[in-house]
């Protein structure tokens, strides 16, 4: 009699605990599927910022090459327009793509903002 009480007790326990590793089963595969989508995010936000950097660093080289142009004119302003057209369209494509990665991160910030929510 003691044998079948024991042998249920291990089946009670037994079936206990293979629940409790599939709730911890179930459980462990939502923290790595958000963990990715954290992960996911994280690397867009950083990919932006970067792009926004890397058009920062193009505007400066544009100044430099711009504060350059202009020196080397001295003497010859009524043709400045015509050479620095090209330095202000340039500046001018530099600025778009900036706010459109700007107006990227923020959207994806908002986004994630509202899952979160």
Do not use: H
């Not at 058009?55 to 202009?70: M, Q, R, S």
């Not at 015509?82 to 900036?98: G, M, S």
């Not at 990227?104 to 979160?116: A, Y």
């Amino acid at each position: 009699m003691v044998k079948k009480d024991f042998n249920s007790e291990v089946t009670k326990v037994f079936e206990q605990l293979k629940g409790n590793m599939k709730k911890f089963s179930k459980d462990a595969t939502v923290i790595a599927k958000k963990s990715e989508q954290e992960i996911m995010k994280a690397s867009k936000l950083g990919k932006i910022q970067f792009d926004i950097v890397s058009e920062n660093l193009k505007k400066e080289k544009l100044y430099y090459d711009t504060g350059k142009k202009v020196l080397s004119m001295r003497g010859k302003l009524e043709n400045m327009e015509n050479v620095l057209k090209p330095y202000f369209q340039k500046y001018r494509k530099i600025e778009t793509e900036v706010r459109k990665r700007k107006r990227d991160l923020s959207k994806i910030k908002r986004n994630s903002k509202n899952k979160t929510e």
